[in-house]
């Protein structure tokens, strides 16, 4: 009935007597992770219930990005900007911020052009904006920056939706305190606190312009609420949703056979290997996807893993179903991103420190790179742990629906929601996360007795834990030991509670509601925000200044750091030649002078 319910309210929604909706959807960096996720699946709903729908972006690589974006199912245009991603290693929210700014108005421009043609040589608009002279918009929709927000609705009079999915002061603030701890330190310095203090209120001014505001949970509404107080709004909750048909087998299989062609074309034997190996159903599988950040806690998952296969080992029986056991971690990965690279080297590292061997198979090889053998058959058959880095999602999906595939460990602690646990519960696969965040709301625990038995298994997903290594270690014993018919139960409960609550359905009518709410309230006036205009360029000039003065003090710190350097230099090689007996013998150095001064006078000619 409900699915009946969905399905006409989708039939009178796609023959509604209302306007379709033109909306440009603005988005950073479109690659792959769980925000790009959330924007791919509402452009193709909102696409399906026939609006037009346009995504405009900073960056877009066609080697890492979801197929819809790639293969012209959504039409994509990339303002290219010469601003970089960062500065001296850091400063990543004013160049993003700047970014945005940039895509921003060369989209204004596009649009000045479209509706005011001649206005400008076509030359120099070529040379302005990225994007050739486009119709104007119904609707603007952003997600993760809101920086862009003001200029878009004031200067184009269009009304505009924003997707919060965790404000970024809190996101900063909880990244500063782990590097602050790692250092020995109870907190962020000073001047790191002053240094946001205009972001965050440019964050919170720039939100508010927002005429209708969406999180993906009530967890993030909470947090929003008491990061925001000043702002009085209650966001509206609109959970991401996933597409149960692309689970299919047939339609899996499909997308399968279409890489494997790709690759035999390419003649890239790492590509065939993987593709083989997603296949594989040798081994029992646990399976691990999350984007290569440290934030991610992968670390988790692995270090449980290692007791877990100890336990099992220890207390295995002739009964016993587990058999040979295998961690397969899958993940977004950027070369551009340092947390990228450096969380999978230390990933890799942990692996070999736990006595785990293990095995890196990198799908998309950069243009540069030479191109590199598959394993042999027996190393990768001996692996315990395989790092798959931005495998295709006809290959996550392949690895979903493996019958090998007993449980998805799904690490992140406070995650803001959590699409990868949906997609898990949609192939019938139980979900092992942590008890915090967007998990809480989505996966529903299955309250093991004392003897590690299911009691809920009427509605239960999968299990909520505390982020432990040793109750995981726990956990995952119990879920790769129950028993076929209690698989099949979980696996029917998982695929009804999202088809019923978290199907791409459901998503794309509450997203529907949203933009028809914000359209409705008609065209901008002139005078509206007007004293938020003010302030936000007030604070957009004291940012600026700031930026720039810690760019100076940061850069008078590299300076230090490279006098301290080359002074260590220094003292080795006095050490060195001290050592060496060169200062004590005749006619030597003096190591208490100075060396140059000692230099010998060139011979005259």
Not at 196 to 216: A, C, Q, W
Not at 466 to 491: F, K, Y
């Given at each position: 009935?409900v699915l ?13 007597p209302r306007k379709?909706?033109?909306i440009?959807?603005?988005h950073?960096d479109?690659?792959i992770?769980?925000?790009e ?5 509402a452009?193709?709903s909102?696409q399906q ?5 346009v995504?405009?972006t ?5 080697r890492?990005?979801f197929e819809?974006?790639r293969?012209g199912?959504?039409?994509v245009?990339?303002?290219r900007?010469a601003?970089?991603r ?9 160049c ?9 108005f060369?989209l204004?421009?596009?649009v000045?052009l479209?509706?005011y043609p001649?206005?400008?040589p076509?030359f ?12 104007g918009?119904?609707?603007?929709f ?9 200029w878009?609705?004031?200067i184009?009079?269009t009304?505009?939706?924003y ?13 500063a305190?782990q590097?602050?701890?790692?250092r020995?330190?109870s907190?962020?310095s ?6 946001r203090?205009p972001?965050d209120l ?5 939100t508010?312009?927002s005429d209708?505001?969406l999180v ?13 107080f ?5 966001p509206?909750?609109?959970y991401?949703?996933?597409e ?10 499909q997308?399968?056979?279409?890489l ?10 790492i590509?065939?290997s993987i593709?083989k190996f997603c ?21 988790l998952a692995?270090e ?14 002739n ?9 397969v ?8 991103v340092?947390?990228?690279?450096a ?7 942990q692996?070999q420190?736990?006595?785990?061997s293990s095995?890196?198979l990198?799908y998309?090889r950069q243009a ?9 058959a027996?190393?990768?058959?001996k692996?315990?742990?395989?790092f798959l880095p931005?495998?295709p999602?006809a290959l ?8 090998a ?9 406070d995650e803001?929601f959590?699409?990868?646990?949906l997609?898990?519960m ?5 979900v092992l ?5 967007g998990?809480?709301?989505t ?11 299911p009691t809920?298994?009427s ?13 995981w ?8 030991r129950?028993?076929s018919s209690?698989r099949?139960q ?6 009804e ?5 978290f199907?791409?359905e ?8 949203a933009?028809y709410?914000?359209?409705e ?14 302030s936000t360029?007030?604070?957009l ?9 810690n760019?100076y003090?940061?850069?008078?710190k590299?300076?230090?750091i490279q006098a ?8 080795k090689?006095?050490?060195?030649l001290?050592?060496t007996g ?5 006619g030597?150095?003096?190591?208490h002078?100075d ?11």
């Amino acid at each position: 009935m409900v699915l009946d319910r969905q399905s006409a309210a989708v039939a009178n929604s796609v023959h509604s007597p209302r306007k379709k909706l033109r909306i440009g959807f603005v988005h950073p960096d479109l690659g792959i992770g769980g925000a790009e996720k959330l924007v791919v699946d509402a452009a193709l709903s909102l696409q399906q219930l026939g609006h037009e729908v346009v995504i405009f972006t900073s960056h877009h690589d066609p080697r890492h990005c979801f197929e819809a974006t790639r293969d012209g199912t959504l039409k994509v245009q990339v303002m290219r900007t010469a601003i970089p991603r960062s500065l001296l290693g850091g400063f990543h929210l004013p160049c993003a911020i700047l970014q945005q700014m940039s895509l921003v108005f060369q989209l204004i421009l596009a649009v000045t052009l479209f509706n005011y043609p001649g206005t400008m040589p076509r030359f120099v608009s070529k040379r302005m904006t990225s994007s050739p002279p486009i119709p104007g918009f119904d609707l603007f929709f952003f997600d993760q920056l809101p920086a862009g927000i003001p200029w878009l609705k004031i200067i184009l009079a269009t009304r505009v939706v924003y997707y919060c999915h965790f404000p970024d002061k809190d996101i900063s603030n909880s990244i500063a305190m782990q590097r602050a701890h790692a250092r020995g330190e109870s907190g962020p310095s000073v001047l790191r606190k002053l240094y946001r203090i205009p972001f965050d209120l440019f964050e919170e001014g720039t939100t508010d312009y927002s005429d209708k505001i969406l999180v993906n949970s009530e967890f993030t509404s909470a947090q929003f609420v008491k990061s925001f107080f000043r702002l009085r709004r209650q966001p509206r909750v609109c959970y991401p949703g996933v597409e149960m048909d692309q689970f299919k087998p047939e339609r899996v299989e499909q997308a399968l056979k279409k890489l494997e062609t790709e690759a035999k074309q390419m003649g890239d034997p790492i590509r065939g290997s993987i593709a083989k190996f997603c296949k594989d159903e040798s081994k029992t599988t646990l399976l691990s996807i999350n984007r290569f950040e440290a934030k991610k806690n992968v670390a988790l998952a692995l270090e449980a893993f290692a007791i877990a296969q100890k336990e099992l080992a220890a207390t295995a029986t002739n009964g016993d179903s587990v058999g040979s056991l295998r961690l397969v971690l899958v993940g977004g990965y950027d070369k551009r991103v340092r947390d990228n690279v450096a969380t999978l080297n230390e990933l890799q590292t942990q692996a070999q420190e736990l006595g785990l061997s293990s095995v890196t198979l990198s799908y998309h090889r950069q243009a540069f790179e030479t191109p590199t053998t598959a394993p042999a058959a027996d190393k990768l058959a001996k692996a315990s742990v395989i790092f798959l880095p931005s495998l295709p999602m006809a290959l996550i999906h392949t690895l979903l629906l493996n019958p090998a595939t007993r449980a998805l460990l799904y690490t992140p602690t406070d995650e803001h929601f959590g699409i990868v646990p949906l997609e898990a519960m949609a192939c019938g696969v139980p979900v092992l996360a942590t008890n915090t965040g967007g998990p809480v709301e989505t996966v529903v625990d299955l309250a093991l007795s004392s003897t590690g038995e299911p009691t809920n298994l009427s509605n239960g997903t999968g299990l909520l834990r505390h982020a432990s290594a040793p109750i995981w270690a726990v956990s995952i014993t119990a879920l790769l030991r129950l028993s076929s018919s209690h698989r099949e139960q979980i696996s029917a409960a998982a695929k009804e509670r999202v088809r019923t609550k978290f199907s791409t359905e459901v998503l794309s009518l509450a997203l529907e509601k949203a933009c028809y709410d914000a359209f409705e309230l008609g065209r901008v006036r002139g005078d509206e925000g007007l004293y938020q205009w003010g302030s936000t360029l007030a604070v957009l000039m004291v940012m600026s200044i700031l930026f720039w003065v810690n760019v100076y003090f940061s850069h008078d710190k590299w300076l230090a750091i490279q006098a301290a350097k080359l002074a260590n230099e220094k003292d080795k090689w006095l050490a060195e030649l001290k050592a060496t007996g060169v200062a004590g013998s005749a006619g030597g150095l003096n190591p208490h002078a100075d060396h140059v001064a000692q230099a010998p006078l060139p011979t005259p000619l």
